[in-house]
């Protein structure tokens, strides 16, 4: 479980096919506190630590996490959002994350709205019910409050966030551009008292 805070933003330093992608990430965490086998959210997918070295990790990823996140566009030297495992005790500041994707997005536009970056994102027509106006949302790891939701009416709608100069700095929204793909992840609670209401 996590929490939408990003606390690094780590470097594809290597990728290796083999049956799955072995994917290393360069970071400034202290790997010698990551056990070996450990949950570490990567740009908002779950991922299990299985090798590291004194500045990286590596990470075993499945084809069909390739196929239903945004991780089969990685290269090397994309850089990628990072959080640990949520501790119980520690603050929680964002809302809650389980890492587990539920489709990939794009960025549509990208516009100056004072210091801030207001993004807007489409998202698959039959999750836009799980998202309202000043609700949780999950955007390539990072808690964000959703600003607007846009009904297309089609195949996909669209909703927007606004991203203030810190999370800029200290995610990777600062080099997102248009047309760029990021992973989703709804808000849980809003998964089961939709799950409620349809009973």
């Known amino acids: 479980m996590f929490t939408g805070i990003i606390t690094d933003i780590g470097k594809v330093k290597s990728l290796v096919k083999n049956g799955d992608m072995r994917i290393a990430i360069e970071t400034s965490y202290d790997t010698s506190t990551i056990e070996f086998g450990a949950s570490v959210a990567c740009s908002g997918v779950c991922l299990t630590v299985v090798d590291k070295g004194s500045d990286w990790f590596s990470v075993d990823v499945s084809s069909e996490t ?38 990939v997005g794009e960025v549509i536009s990208i516009e100056d709205d004072g210091d801030s970056k207001k993004f807007t994102f489409n998202i698959s027509d039959d999750l836009k019910s799980y998202i309202a106006e000043k609700g949780s949302i999950t955007i390539d790891g990072a808690s964000l409050t959703v600003n607007d939701v846009m009904d297309q009416n089609g195949v ?7 991203i203030i100069p810190h999370t800029q700095e200290k995610t990777t929204f600062g080099s997102l551009k248009k047309g760029d793909k990021v992973n989703i992840e709804i808000d849980i609670l809003a998964r089961y008292v939709a799950r409620l209401h349809n009973k």
Do not use: I, M, Q
Not at 80 to 88: D, F, G, H, Q
Not at 156 to 162: P, Q
């Open 156 to 162: 996909l709608s669209e909703f927007c966030v606004n």
């Open 66 to 103: 390739l196929l239903c996140t945004a991780l089969g566009s990685w290269a090397t030297g994309t850089t990628v959002n990072l959080e640990r495992a949520l501790k119980v005790g520690e603050e929680l500041g964002g809302h809650l994350v389980t890492g587990h994707v539920d489709c």
